[in-house]
């Protein structure tokens, strides 16, 4: 029991994280925040997806360029120019890697307007720090696992950041509804987008991208709006006029 709370822990945490810090927020400035709380949910960030931490400015780029080109072979993960989900996740990791090491200068319309904080990037991107959290997982589970099975559950937490990167790219450009004409592939996949905390209505998402709340009918449901628009009204940040 302790084994799959501390899971869906950390799948959530992670997940949220990302949806906030990294998309809504680094990518698409939905919301503005004072440094304090930047700094505050950039380090949660960093905590949250532990050895499978994802650069902000780096996500952020690729992500602008995914809107820009979505579902073209410009685009750095769409699933329809790749095989498979393992090819997706590699070419993804190969370009993401070239923005963090500074190896290729992005186009300007995707530059600037990110948050950055050199001394967590530089310490999330170690393999020291990567093993670090590596030795905690396992730890953890040598301690409180009951059963064989369990294990089989640390990959994920290894490679947490992806995974989640992965199902939203391939599922959400693949798989379900429309209900808008984005002259792209994205969809709208239900009932796994709770699993994925809004993540994938990506259909809405691309109609809207400047929207904080990806659902747009009345049967569909944002886990994550809520808990930022209740920030919202907390002061902790400022959501933008749509």
């Not at 997940?15 to 004072?34: G, V």
């Not at 396992?138 to 099975?149: K, L, N, R, V």
Request: hydrophobic letters at 45%; glycine letters at 4%; one cysteine or more.
């Amino acid at each position: 029991m302790v084994i799959l709370v501390f899971f869906l822990c950390h799948w959530f945490l992670s997940l949220f994280f990302q949806t906030f810090f990294l998309h809504r927020y680094a990518s698409h400035k939905m919301f503005k925040m004072e440094p304090f709380w930047e700094k505050t949910f950039y380090l949660m960030t960093f905590l949250s997806q532990g050895s499978s931490f994802l650069n902000p400015r780096a996500y952020a780029i690729m992500h602008r360029m995914h809107h820009a080109y979505s579902d073209t072979e410009k685009d750095p993960h769409s699933p329809h120019f790749i095989k498979d989900v393992w090819g997706l996740m590699i070419k993804t990791k190969n370009i993401y890697l070239e923005y963090v090491k500074f190896k290729v200068e992005p186009e300007p319309a995707f530059r600037d307007r990110y948050p950055t904080w050199s001394l967590i990037d530089r310490i999330g991107d170690l393999w020291i720090t990567r093993s670090v959290f590596i030795a905690i997982y396992i730890a953890f589970y040598i301690y409180f696992a009951e059963y064989w099975w369990m294990f089989l559950l640390l990959p994920i937490h290894f490679l947490m950041g992806p995974i989640h990167g992965a199902i939203v790219n391939w599922c959400g450009h693949k798989y379900g509804y429309s209900n808008h004409d984005n002259d792209d592939h994205s969809k709208n996949s239900l009932p796994l987008d709770f699993l994925m905390m809004g993540e994938l209505f990506q259909n809405n998402h691309h109609k809207s991208p400047n929207n904080v709340n990806f659902a747009n009918r009345w049967f569909e449901f944002d886990p994550s709006y809520p808990i930022i628009k209740l920030m919202h009204l907390l002061r902790i940040i400022r959501l933008r006029k749509v």
